[in-house]
């Protein structure tokens, strides 16, 4: 008899009834703490199961309130207890009524028989603390907890703020260094001993009954001053979630338990009977033992964790509707989006395509329908090209589209004649990359051949809404990259500005472009834009006509 | 602090709750019970209410669904079905069964219904409202029932879970005679990203349009597309009232169980059994019902459309795998629960 537990019990009495019972048939005695709050008559008949049975003791009761030093009182009740009851003990387990050991208790005897000296009490200083919720490490020493965290928030925040602000603080006794550590470990009898029979306890217990959770931070930091060994590491394996609330093992992690080759975990649902019938059976084929290894476990709650807290960005859904969109990632992937080139390159489209890959669509907020790649009528996730269908919620039909083709780079052409609603969204979004030559919109206009009297309305109101456009790049919170060139500054010099874009679509390369798309035919377009003015439309989007080169010289310019 | 507008909004919905739980009391008494074995709801014991209507063929997968996972009362009301439905759920043990004769539109929908009992019987429980053609899968619900899930809810302080509803659909025309014997065997095409949605400010709780109908049936009027987002799980409280069928319930703050900080809350999804090849024979009934009441209206085409047996089913269109492949998808969430 060298190892006892001690059991903080609140609930689920049958399942602590059984683990209680497994220990004491393995000639481990066990103190249990329940709750004040469990009605008498409850506790008695749970009491009176133990009635013949020695090795199960149980410890004047407490009312326990979470976080408040209620939960230590009950503790060192229990651990008196049992260090009274049965003084051959050389390590203490602290224990709750959800927790199941996962080896069977022989083989942690034996492991504590090698390490006869050592506490194994997580225990770190408050600057390497990184688990605590709501940033309180060093204060819950050095501040007053007077409020209910769980049930007077707004106080218990309120009063936390006044002492900032007022610089009050508690002086932290000497001999005292703050440790913090998880609430469950396995100390020596001496260590305990020392911490109970310590000649200042009452001062000390008088202070930590002001300190916030004083259960992660009263035994671990007095080991600290009693114990001669320390492995700072519990040896119950508990996972937390992003709000501090255990998580809870469920059968179906049964193989992820069985591999942990942990002595116990916390918390189990009472109701998952494969793992106690499994873990409480002794006769089960022994598996090749090793230290404890929780790391495979920690992976997997970190990671539902990271999914619960920072969610996957860019979706939309029921679980996630982030209500403050900007200045964070608004979709899930990188896009492109080209405004004016397929005004000014005959089959631009095709030569994307070439070059980028992915999906290159059409115009996706063209006034007639979304011209999704191919000519599709629908496209991934079931997406309708109808336009009153997007228009109805434009921006949400673009993260849907980038949502639905994760892992194939899309790209799209953008340009004033579509739907503007969506420009917001991309001018903000850090995912977009953006490609505008402004006033290119005016090539197909000029090649048209139209008079200038039928179309003269149109240019103004394409380039209101351009200008428009344009002005958003200066607006606070841009985050996409915008490469903006006016037309005439575009044409001068295309090829390098073209490398540059698809360079930094691809990644740099080596790789020069050498097919170049077909520029449109631009012999004349000085000409029209001076025709333009005179009808009375002032070109302002299309950038210094004089840079322009002479076509009417060159003739047709080859890029 | 709240602004004087937002004091107004929320006295206001506190005064809509208050209504609505007034004039479903009233209609209290339209209910005649069937069988009635509420008697034996033990404490604590997770409930499940609906209204059906001519649903024999749907009732037994159904329950089935819901008492595997871990349903122990359904809590039913019948409107006047004529296909037997009320004879087959009166048969049920676990099945207690209210009749009425009123009109489900002059209940608003059945609501006033569900929630004079939900008052009565669901006041502490996990209560799970839905309809026949609905079931409920979440994350784990192949290897953990409901229990599990709700203790963990009440664990992290969640009042509430919300669901998508999906509405599943066959490879061709809905009216084409159903493959195997379970709805869920036949119908196991859906729409994966196409779903929009918005926020109610005051109500908090959020809109969700598309899928298959919003795409074949609303293309030119996504604004009366039918919503999917559903609050179906609530630790009820004899208070809380539900406003339009269960897309939302006040007190509103239930209404968000949604994560608005950029995390992932969990939630289900209630795969919809709507397109079975009755849909046709029950939109002719739709249509004849709506006739007499209030003559033509904005749904008709919709009811007529479906008639003539559409098929909803296209090349994007996803297969149903598991409640994996939602999560994947984003359809779904665990949101945090490992």
């Not at chain 1, 793992?275 to 929780?294: C, I, M, Q, S």
């Not at chain 2, 208070?239 to 509103?252: D, E, G, Q, V, W």
Request: one cysteine or more.
């Amino acid at each position: 008899m060298t190892l006892g537990f001690v059991m903080l019990v609140h609930t689920a009495f049958d399942r602590a009834e059984q683990v209680a019972r497994y220990f004491a048939s393995h000639g481990c005695p066990v103190a249990i703490h329940v709750d004040g709050k469990v009605p008498p008559r409850r506790f008695r008949a749970f009491r009176d199961r133990f009635r013949t049975e020695p090795r199960i003791v149980f410890a004047s009761r407490t009312r326990v309130e979470w976080g408040t030093w209620s939960i230590v009182q009950a503790t060192q009740a229990a651990s008196e207890r049992l260090v009274e009851g049965f003084p051959d003990l050389r390590h203490v387990f602290l224990a709750s009524g959800s927790c199941l050991p996962l080896r069977p208790v022989g083989e942690l005897v034996a492991y504590l028989d090698a390490n006869p000296e050592t506490d194994f009490i997580e225990s770190v200083t408050t600057d390497h603390v990184t688990w605590t919720i709501d940033g309180l490490e060093e204060e819950r020493f050095t501040l007053r907890f007077p409020f209910s965290w769980r049930r007077q928030r707004r106080m218990f925040n309120a009063c936390v703020k006044l002492q900032r602000r007022l610089g009050l603080t508690r002086r932290i006794p000497d001999g005292i260094v703050p440790h913090l550590g998880s609430q469950w470990w396995c100390l020596t009898r001496r260590t305990l001993h020392s911490i109970l029979n310590a000649p200042d306890r009452k001062a000390t217990d008088a202070y930590f009954a002001g300190v916030w959770i004083p259960d992660e931070s009263y035994f671990q930091s007095l080991a600290r001053r009693y114990s001669t060994t320390i492995e700072s590491r519990s040896l119950t394996l508990s996972k937390f979630d992003i709000h501090g609330k255990p998580h809870v093992f469920y059968d179906d992690h049964l193989p992820l338990l069985q591999r942990s080759d942990c002595f116990v975990a916390r918390k189990v649902w009472p109701r998952a009977d494969a793992l106690y019938r499994t873990f409480l059976d002794d006769n089960r084929p022994v598996a090749k033992r090793t230290e404890p290894n929780p790391g495979r476990i920690d992976r997997v709650f970190s990671k539902a964790n990271e999914r619960r807290a920072s969610g996957r960005a860019g979706l939309y859904s029921q679980a996630r509707f982030p209500l403050a969109p900007h200045g964070s990632v608004l979709t899930c992937a990188r896009y492109n989006v080209f405004c004016g080139l397929d005004d000014l390159y005959e089959e631009f489209d095709g030569w994307l395509d070439r070059h980028l890959g992915g999906s290159v669509h059409g115009h996706l907020y063209a006034p007639e329908r979304a011209e999704f790649a191919d000519g599709a009528r629908i496209a991934a996730g079931c997406l309708s090209d109808s336009a009153t269908l997007r228009d109805y919620r434009p921006t949400q039909f673009l993260t849907n589209l980038l949502w639905s083709t994760r892992g194939q780079r899309q790209s799209f052409f953008f340009g004033p004649r579509d739907n503007q609603e969506v420009a917001g969204l991309l001018v903000h979004d850090p995912n977009a990359t953006l490609v505008v030559v402004s006033g290119a919109w005016a090539v197909p206009m000029f090649l048209s051949g139209q008079p200038i009297e039928e179309i003269k309305v149109e240019v103004a109101r394409l380039q209101r809404i351009e200008l428009d456009f344009l002005r958003t790049f200066r607006n606070p919170g841009v985050a996409a990259r915008i490469h903006h060139w006016p037309l005439a500054d575009f044409v001068a010099q295309p090829v390098e500005k073209l490398q540059n874009v698809v360079d930094e679509i691809n990644g740099a390369g080596p790789r020069r472009l050498t097919d170049l798309p077909q520029m449109r035919d631009l012999r004349g377009f000085t000409d029209f834009l001076q025709r333009l003015r005179n009808g009375g439309v002032q070109p302002k989007v299309i950038g210094d006509v004089a840079l322009f080169p002479d076509f009417a010289d060159a003739g047709r310019k080859a890029p | 602090m709240a602004g004087a507008a937002a004091l107004w909004a929320a006295y206001r919905l506190r005064w809509r709750r208050r209504y609505l739980l007034a004039r479903s009391f009233a209609r209290c008494t339209r209910l005649v019970p069937r069988s009635d074995r509420t008697g034996g709801i033990a404490a604590g014991a997770i409930l499940a209410f609906a209204v059906t209507r001519n649903e024999l063929a749907r009732l037994p997968g159904f329950l089935a669904h819901h008492r595997a996972l871990g349903v122990e009362h359904f809590l039913i009301v019948d409107n006047a079905s004529d296909d037997g439905g009320a004879a087959f759920l009166a048969d049920q043990s676990d099945v207690s069964l209210w009749t009425t004769a009123d009109t489900y539109r002059g209940a608003r929908f059945g609501v006033d219904w569900l929630t004079c009992l939900l008052a009565r019987y669901g006041h502490g429980h996990w209560c799970l409202t839905l309809d026949a053609d609905e079931r409920l899968v979440y994350a784990h619900h192949t290897c953990r029932d409901l229990r599990a899930l709700t203790d963990w809810l009440d664990l992290t302080g969640r009042p509430a879970m919300g669901a998508l509803m999906l509405d599943l659909y066959p490879r061709g025309s809905v009216n084409a005679p159903m493959q195997g014997a379970d709805p869920l065997d036949h119908l196991i095409w859906f729409d994966a990203g196409n779903y929009v949605m918005t926020r109610h400010p005051d109500r908090r709780d959020l809109r969700i349009q598309g899928g298959p109908r919003a795409r074949a049936f609303f293309a030119d009027t996504p604004r009366r597309a039918p919503t999917l987002s559903k609050v179906p799980l609530v630790r009820w409280n004899r208070r809380y009232a539900y406003i339009a069928s269960t897309h939302a319930l006040l007190p509103s703050r239930l209404n968000q169980a949604y994560a608005v900080d950029g995390g992932e809350a969990p939630t289900g999804v209630l795969l919809h059994s709507k397109f079975s090849p009755d849909i046709g024979d029950r939109s002719v009934e739709e249509l004849t019902r709506r006739q007499m009441r209030t003559g033509a209206d904005l749904y008709d085409d919709y009811y007529h459309a479906l008639r003539d047996g559409p098929t909803l089913w296209c090349r994007a269109s996803t297969r149903y795998e598991g409640w994996q492949q939602l999560e994947a998808l984003g359809l779904l969430s665990r949101g945090g629960w490992e």
